[in-house]
Every structure is written in structure tokens, then in C-alpha cells.
């Protein structure tokens, strides 16, 4: 039995250690499988954090993306109502230029039919006064010999008196040479009218065209010191030609210069009060109290077009203070007596850009080809904090504003970043140093070669009214206008202040200020007594 019991006890004994060897491997295997378990847990876990972020950055750019469509939307809806708001003023101004037009054309009409009239009653007038130029030829070729063969007679008659009646015929001829001084007076009136109206007798206009040459070569005589200077500039000034001489001057030039069967010779030129005007505004710019005057215009203010770092820009009353040391501005819009005042001291500004190239003026950029852009400058502030980003309504307050502010700051303008001409028209035609002052300045190649063409055409013209005239400046000036006197120098360069070349370009004063300068440098044109448009101007 205790065999048996013992074989049982061993029997169990052995079974316990197998079946706890069974359940030792058991545990260890669900503990590796717990283990696996945590560990894709984990991983689970990572993923659904990665995939949770990927979901909110992918919410977060459809918001973004709606958000700028919505504003895209909102944008293109404002243009479309600007379009239209555009299109109904431009079909306004169509139907007001047609009339406008229509009632040109019945006044060009009514001018053109007196102007006829004009001259009709012109030629019959100059016919008039060569029938009277004739009939006092005729008269004074008659009386003078006439004349002298009374007077041989009354002195023959004298010489035979008696001594008591030569004292009463003495007295007679110192009569007669009286009345005859009266007629030869007469005489000599009426026939320098006569031919002043009509032009003066070959012999007389040699003498007077030979003297006016001399004076001209003596004018142009070279010495050891350079043209620029001796040359006085003359009294800038308009010129009206409503005189009859003008007139004829001017016809006389433009069929030298253009041909008899000219567009130019055929176009007469009445005083043309625009004209005056324009040829005044050219002037203005060589004026002595131009800046005095140009801060005195920025201290009584004007509205410029104020761009902001939130909502479409404004229109904002812009002025300087009366001790140059503030910028201010106001809604002009604002009713109230006393409206909200912002301002930055001049002190603060480090740069003076022009064009539209600021993060503010990005928000609602001009392109380049429109004329806002270059009718818009910023002010740049200290560490960059700021920027304070405007639009002229003109291209004279544009000019004036930047004037003035760079005399007051002694900042010279600078562009934001120059303009490729690469592609532009005309790029070929231009030297290296010529396409490099265009693009820095943001002058097209086109406007270039066209300016340059138009300055020596204006050069051949004085050129050839001079050689016409014979050198008599007076009538050159005459046939060929402008705000002063015209001149060439030694070496063929033609007197044309900033002025003229600014109204002849049509672009602002700084540009054209650095095209000058340029034209200076290739010796096309002069002014001895240039002055640039700032302080500080460097066209380099």
C-alpha cells in the first residue's frame, strides 16, 4: 500500500509539475502578449494624435481658404459695382464729349468762316497799301525833281532881282524850304508805313539782315572760357502771337523747316491763352521762391488718398505744421467742429519712397502701368514701425508734396525697385548706361527715344530758323516760341530748361530732372543756370 501510495504521490507529483509548468509558460506568454499589446497601443495612440492634428491643420487651411474666397468674393463684387459705377461715368463723359464736341466743331466753324473773312479783308487791305505803296513811289519820284527844279528857278529868279526885292524872295525860299521839309516828312511817313506794313525794300533788308548777322556771329564767337559761362539766361515769359509779324514769321519758319505743302505751314497761330498758360507753368519750376512757395501750399493742406493697415483706403486732409516739424491729418469727411487729429513727427522719418511697393500699399496695389502708382509715395518711419502711404490727386500735388518734403527731411525720393525694360519697345535702341538710368527711374524706353527725337527736332528747327533770319534772334524767337529766347552753344546744344523738358515728356518733375541731366551729359541740350528739384537730388 505505501508502494502505491508512494507511485500516487509521484504520479501527482509529476502531473502537478507539468500542468505548473503548463500555467508558468501560460503566464509568460500572456505577459508578452500584454506586453505587444501596450506597446500597439502606443502606437495606436501616436497615430490618433498625428492624424487629430493633420485633421485640424487640414480645418484650419479650409478655413483659411474660405476666408479668402469669401474676401475674394467681397473684393470682386466691390470691383464689379466700381466697374459699373466707372462705366456709367465714362458713358456720361461720352455723351458730354460728344456734345462737347459737336459744339467745338459749330465754333471751329464759325472761327474758321471770321478767319476767312480775316483774310480776305487782309489781302484786300495789302492790296490796298501797294496800290498807295505804288501811287506815293510815283508821287515821290514826281515831286522831288519837281521840287528841285523850282527851287534852281527861284534861285535864278533871285540871283536876276534887283537888291530891294531879293530880301522879300529870300524870305520866300526859307518859306518854301520850310513847306518843303513838311512834304518831304510827309513823304518819308507815309512811305515807311507804307513798306513797314508790307515788308521793307530789298536794299534796306540786306543792310538790316547783315547787321543782325554780324551781331549773331559776333554772339556766337568763341573765346578760351566755355559757352555755359558767358551765356546770361534770358527773361523767362510767354509769348503771345497775335501780331501780324508773328504770324509771318512763324509761316515763314514752318515753310523753311517743313515744306510749303506742310501740315505746320498751313496751320496759322493766333494767341492761344492755354498755351501762354502752359508756357507760364514751364517757368515755374526755375523760379527763385519756388520751395518758399510749395511749403506755404503744404501748410494750408490738401486731400490726398490715404492707404491704412485695415479697410480700403481713405480720403484724409494732409497738412504740415506751422513749425516743419509735424505731419497731420484729418477726415476731411468729419462734420464736427473739432475732428480727431493724427500726425508724425518729420524727426521720425528715415525714407522717402516713391511708387507703391510698402506692405500697406500691397494691400491694394496699382499696377505699375496705371497712373496712381506714379502719383503715390510713402513715408518710411524709424526701426521701420511704420509706413505712412499716400496718392496724389495730381500730378502737380505729387510734385510738390515730394518737394517739400524732401527740402524740409534733406531725403532725396528714391523708387521702391526698378522697372524691367526688357521686354519694353525701344529697349535695343537704348545705350547700356541709358537702359540702366530707364529702369532705375521707371521711364519706358518707347517715351525715351520719343523725347530724345522731339529735342533734336526742336534743335534742327532754331537751327534752321537761324540760318533764315539770318541770325536776327528776335524774329527766330518769334517764328519759333517758348518761354525764353532760343540758343545753340558751341557744341550744338540746344537752351532748354527742366521745365520745357518736363511739359514735353509729361511725367513728373524728378524724372525729368534725371533725364535732363542725361541729355546734358550727351551734350544735347544746356542750361547754364540749372537748378535740381531737391536739395539732394543725385540723377547718378
Keep these: 500500500e505505501e508502494q502505491e501510495v508512494q507511485e500516487v504521490r509521484g504520479l501527482v507529483e509529476a502531473e502537478t509539475t507539468a500542468v505548473l509548468e503548463s500555467w508558468k509558460k501560460k503566464i509568460q506568454d500572456t505577459e508578452m502578449n500584454l506586453k505587444s499589446a501596450a ?14 492634428a493633420v485633421k485640424a491643420d487640414a480645418v484650419e ?34 455723351r458730354e464729349l460728344k456734345t462737347e464736341t459737336t459744339k467745338l466743331e459749330r465754333e471751329f466753324m464759325v472761327a474758321n468762316e471770321e478767319q476767312e473773312h480775316a483774310w480776305l479783308a487782309y489781302e484786300n487791305e495789302s492790296e490796298t497799301l501797294e496800290q498807295w505803296h505804288t501811287k506815293v513811289s510815283s508821287f515821290a519820284t514826281k515831286a522831288i525833281p519837281f521840287m528841285d527844279t523850282v527851287h534852281g528857278l527861284l534861285t535864278t529868279k533871285i540871283e536876276n532881282l534887283p537888291i530891294e526885292k531879293k530880301v522879300a524872295a529870300i524870305e520866300h525860299e526859307a518859306a518854301y524850304i520850310e513847306v518843303g521839309d513838311v512834304i518831304d516828312s510827309t513823304i518819308d511817313t507815309v512811305i515807311s508805313h507804307v513798306v513797314g506794313d508790307l515788308e521793307a525794300d530789298p536794299v534796306g533788308r540786306d543792310i538790316n539782315e547783315s547787321e543782325s548777322s554780324n551781331r549773331h556771329n559776333a554772339w556766337l564767337e568763341n573765346d578760351d572760357e566755355d559757352d555755359e559761362d558767358d551765356f546770361v539766361a534770358p527773361q523767362i515769359r510767354p509769348r503771345k502771337y497775335g501780331d501780324r509779324e508773328a504770324a509771318s514769321q512763324r509761316h515763314r519758319a514752318a515753310v523753311a523747316f517743313h515744306g510749303p505743302d506742310s501740315h505746320e505751314a498751313q496751320i496759322q497761330t493766333p494767341y492761344d491763352e492755354e498755351e501762354a498758360d502752359r508756357q507760364y507753368l514751364m517757368g515755374i519750376y526755375d523760379t527763385d521762391g519756388l520751395i518758399r512757395d510749395i511749403i506755404r501750399y503744404l501748410q494750408s493742406g490738401n486731400v490726398l488718398l490715404k492707404h491704412g493697415r485695415k479697410g480700403k483706403p481713405h480720403y484724409r486732409k494732409f497738412w504740415i505744421s506751422e513749425n516743419l516739424k509735424d505731419l497731420c491729418w484729418v477726415d476731411n469727411e468729419v462734420t464736427s467742429q473739432r475732428p480727431k487729429k493724427s500726425s508724425i513727427s518729420l524727426k521720425d522719418v528715415t525714407g522717402l519712397v516713391i511708387g507703391q511697393y510698402t506692405r500697406v500699399f500691397r494691400r491694394n496695389a496699382s499696377n505699375c502701368a496705371e497712373p496712381e502708382f506714379y502719383l503715390s509715395w510713402s513715408l518710411k518711419l524709424k526701426n521701420n514701425k511704420r509706413t505712412v502711404d499716400v496718392v496724389a490727386s495730381s500730378v502737380s500735388d505729387f510734385e510738390a508734396w515730394l518737394m517739400g518734403l ?37 521711364i519706358t524706353p518707347k517715351l525715351f527715344v520719343k523725347l530724345k527725337e522731339l529735342v533734336l527736332e526742336r534743335t534742327e528747327e532754331v537751327s534752321h530758323s537761324i540760318e533764315l ?40 518733375i524728378f524724372r525729368a530732372c534725371v533725364i535732363w541731366k542725361l541729355f546734358e551729359e550727351q551734350k544735347l541740350i544746356f542750361d547754364p543756370h540749372f537748378k535740381p528739384p531737391t536739395a539732394t537730388f543725385d540723377w547718378k
Aim: net charge neutral.
Design 39 to 52: 506597446e500597439e497601443e502606443a502606437k495606436l495612440s501616436e497615430e490618433l494624435k498625428t492624424c487629430a
Design 61 to 94: 487651411n479650409m478655413m483659411t481658404a474660405a476666408k479668402k474666397q469669401k474676401r475674394a468674393r467681397r473684393n470682386g463684387e466691390e470691383k464689379v459695382v466700381k466697374v459699373r459705377e466707372e462705366l456709367q461715368r465714362v458713358r456720361l463723359s461720352e
Design 406 to 442: 524732401a527740402h524740409i527731411l534733406q531725403l532725396e525720393p528714391t523708387w521702391g525697385l526698378p522697372l524691367d525694360i526688357t521686354a519694353e519697345e525701344g529697349y535695343n535702341q537704348l545705350a547700356p548706361k541709358e537702359r540702366e538710368m530707364c529702369g532705375r527711374n521707371h
Design 469 to 508: 533770319f539770318n541770325g536776327d534772334m528776335e524774329k527766330v524767337y518769334t517764328a519759333v516760341g517758348g518761354i525764353h529766347p532760343p540758343a545753340i552753344n558751341k557744341h550744338k546744344a540746344l537752351y532748354m530748361t527742366k521745365g520745357e523738358l518736363r511739359y514735353l515728356a509729361n511725367i513728373d
